[in-house]
């Protein structure tokens, strides 16, 4: 088996058609629109405008041409406004997905998941009343304590430290020992 098709193979394996299923219906129900009957999931996707629409549907005018028509160029060009207006909704830079993993379709799971970023960065956004997708993210747990719990906290041994009551690996000898010889 070639690299090439070994690469391949693995970027499929990753892929969850549940995920995708279940991605297709968050943005057709944001959308309000099904996406059309017989074409596949990616392809829906592949030109950018259904991506486009949803993030003006959740943030209005985030971005503010759609290209319709015009070849490769101005749809990869609305995938690049949409990577651009998710950052700024919220998702980290590090869930969103390369341009050419949907146009050439070289990893749709890795949009699938920038997808699920942008359901969960929703909730960070309180005017978004829902359908959401994927787990809400944690919030901040901050704790404030006194200096009399911090000192208190400092006289105790914490079990990960372990106890090995004085045991050493003094005189302990794996093997022979590492020799440099020089000059030859």
Known sequence: MSLERAVRAKIAGKRNPEMDKEAQEWIE?????????????????KDGQVLCNLINKLQPNSVAKINTSGGQFKFMENLNNF????????????????????????DIANVTNTIFALGRACYKHADFKGPFLGPKPADECKRDFSEEQ?????????LQAGSNKGATQAGQNLGAGRKILLGK
């Open 29 to 45: 129900s944001i959308l309000g629109e099904k996406f059309p009957a017989g074409q596949a999931y990616e392809d829906v996707l």
């Open 83 to 106: 990577q651009k207006a998710l950052k700024e909704y919220g998702v980290p830079d590090i869930d969103v997905f390369q341009t050419v993993d949907l146009y050439e379709k070289k």
């Open 150 to 158: 911090l000192k208190a906290g400092q006289t105790i041994v914490g």
